[in-house]
């Protein structure tokens, strides 16, 4: 059975989760025809770890916050990216280190070191798609590299692969979802009578919100997973800000329980959209939906998004937009992509 090296870059809750996978599931992975063994895992706070014949991931996943990986044989208290993803025996740099939405920097340097090295790369990192999507495509394809990014949209949910290989044949014209999970349960939370900074600290206790969670509140997340779903299933070329964005940081409790005396329910709405003259435009903003509207009961961090269709109308997909583990499949389901790709030479 083949193995393939990972290096994990970032070792927060997706990374941690992915390698939870890692250790205790391998017969999910013997399924899908490989094993996985994590070779190097960098982050600021643990530094960097390089061992070749695979790193005792029970040792790794065990070491409290505060701790690093100096001690460890192949182990700094330094974050060594670069190194790591330059010179590593690894074949996939697994990039999950945190979004900015500004420059998609660290991750996009991650991405673009990896690629030009002819490494294959997993991410969901929204940052580096988002803002510079097209040029790391290219860069991938030159390096004969396979650049994977599900979960860059709505978590373990498919969305990117599903839009691409089953809506064959038809045309898209619109996509309109609910593309963050903090945002919605931080909403359903006020409802249920919370403020929003007690809803936005559970949020992260439950590891949905970005390291800096105005990302999430302020729509600059959805801003990126809007650009993301125009540019990749509606052949656009919008940079993130050219998305008009206002997120639902003024929505206050009163609003909400207003709302919901009226039968509606507000809810954070990304949406990009085909105009009759073939210019695509996107928008994130707050919205009161009634009941009968296909997005009004998406609850918590569940996600959603419709795709309107010329031959189907709306298709609407929902499932997980957070979360640790479900995030975690996203890598899943890319690395099985990076398998594909390396067997048969295509992407799927
Ligand atoms: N958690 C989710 O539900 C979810 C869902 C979809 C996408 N994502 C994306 O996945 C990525 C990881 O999310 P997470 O929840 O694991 O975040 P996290 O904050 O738990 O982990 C990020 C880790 O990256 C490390 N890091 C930050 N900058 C670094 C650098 N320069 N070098 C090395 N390490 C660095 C941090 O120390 C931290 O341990 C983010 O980009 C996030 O937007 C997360
Ligand atoms: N912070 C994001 C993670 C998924 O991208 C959210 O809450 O949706």
Redesign the pocket.
């Known amino acids: 059975m083949t193995t393939y090296n990972l290096a994990l870059?970032?070792?927060?809750?997706?990374?941690r989760a992915l390698a939870t996978l890692i250790r205790d599931e391998p017969h999910r992975f013997a399924a899908l025809g490989f094993e996985l063994r994590v070779v190097a895992i960098?982050?600021?706070?643990f530094g960097s770890l390089v061992q070749e014949e695979g790193i005792d991931l029970a040792t790794v996943l065990a070491m409290p916050r505060g701790a690093n990986f100096e001690g460890l044989r192949g182990g700094s208290s330094e974050?060594r990216?670069e190194e790591v993803i330059k010179n590593s025996p690894a074949d996939i740099v697994v990039e999950?280190?945190?979004?900015s939405p500004v420059d998609g920097e660290?991750a996009v340097s991650h991405v673009r070191w990896a690629l030009a090295a002819g490494k294959h790369v997993v991410t969901?990192?929204?940052g580096p798609v988002a803002l510079h999507g097209r040029e790391l495509n290219a860069l991938a394809k030159e390096n004969s590299a396979s650049f994977e990014y599900e979960?860059?949209v709505m978590?373990g949910t498919p969305v990117l692969r599903l839009a691409q290989k089953m809506f064959e044949g038809l045309q898209l014209k619109g996509v309109q979802g609910i593309l963050n999970?903090t945002s919605n349960y931080v909403l359903g939370r006020m409802e249920a009578g919370l403020r929003l900074g007690e809803a936005i600290a559970e949020a992260q206790e439950h590891?949905?919100a970005?390291?800096d969670p105005t990302a999430d509140i302020g729509g600059s997340d959805v801003r990126l997973k809007v650009a993301i779903l125009a540019n990749e299933l509606l052949g656009a070329s919008l940079h993130p800000d050219e998305v008009d964005t206002i997120g639902i940081q003024e929505i206050t409790s009163d609003q909400v329980a207003q709302a919901l005396a009226n039968g509606q329910r507000w809810k954070l709405i990304g949406e990009a959209t085909r105009g009759t003259d073939g210019k695509i435009t996107a928008s994130v903003r707050p919205a009161t939906l009634t009941a009968d509207h296909p997005l009004a009961g998406i609850s918590g961090a569940t996600n959603a998004v419709s795709f309107e269709t010329d031959l189907l109308g709306a298709v609407t997909v929902s499932g997980p937009g957070?979360?640790?583990t479900?995030?975690a499949y996203a890598l899943v389901s890319d690395i099985a992509a990076v398998d594909a790709f390396i067997n048969g030479g295509v992407h799927v």
């Open positions: 870059i970032g070792f927060g809750g997706v990374n960098t982050d600021l706070a974050p990216n999950a280190t945190f979004t660290p969901t990192n929204k979960g860059s978590s999970g590891g949905y970005e390291a957070a979360g640790r479900e995030t």
